[in-house]
């Protein structure tokens, strides 16, 4: 009924910027929230950014002043800028959002775009 397709991870360098993608398709009717988590290998999944429908913004605090995230509503996509990047932000990253479809909520998840950090 919906899905997610994220787009623009690759192999980057130290101190180097990456910006992401997350379109969502579908039978739509609302959506809240969207935003990205992330998991490293032999790590749990973590919050990396969120951003309501009203645009205010929530990073998890190793992101903080180094990534933004953004929104168009009129597009259902949302936008990750990563600068100033580092080896430990190498990652699957996870486009999330949540979804009202068919009279309720629920969340949705992308398939995941690699980011890998290195020199």
């Known amino acids: 009924q919906a899905q997610l397709v994220e787009s623009g991870g690759g192999l980057v360098q130290p101190g180097g910027s990456l910006r992401l993608a997350c379109a969502a398709s579908g039978s739509i009717f609302s959506i809240s929230a969207m935003g990205w988590y992330r998991q490293a290998p032999r790590k749990g999944r973590e919050l990396v950014a969120l951003?309501?429908?009203?645009?205010?913004?929530n990073y998890g605090d190793s992101v903080k002043g180094r990534f933004t995230i953004s929104r168009d509503n009129a597009k259902n996509t949302v936008y990750l800028q990563m600068n100033s990047l580092k080896p430990e932000d190498t990652a699957v990253y996870y486009c999330?959002?949540?979804?009202?479809?068919?009279?309720?909520?629920?969340?949705?998840w992308g398939q995941g775009t690699q980011v890998t950090v290195s020199s």
């Open positions: 951003i309501g429908s009203g645009g205010s913004p």
């Open positions: 999330y959002a949540r979804f009202f479809i068919g009279g309720r909520w629920d969340d949705y």
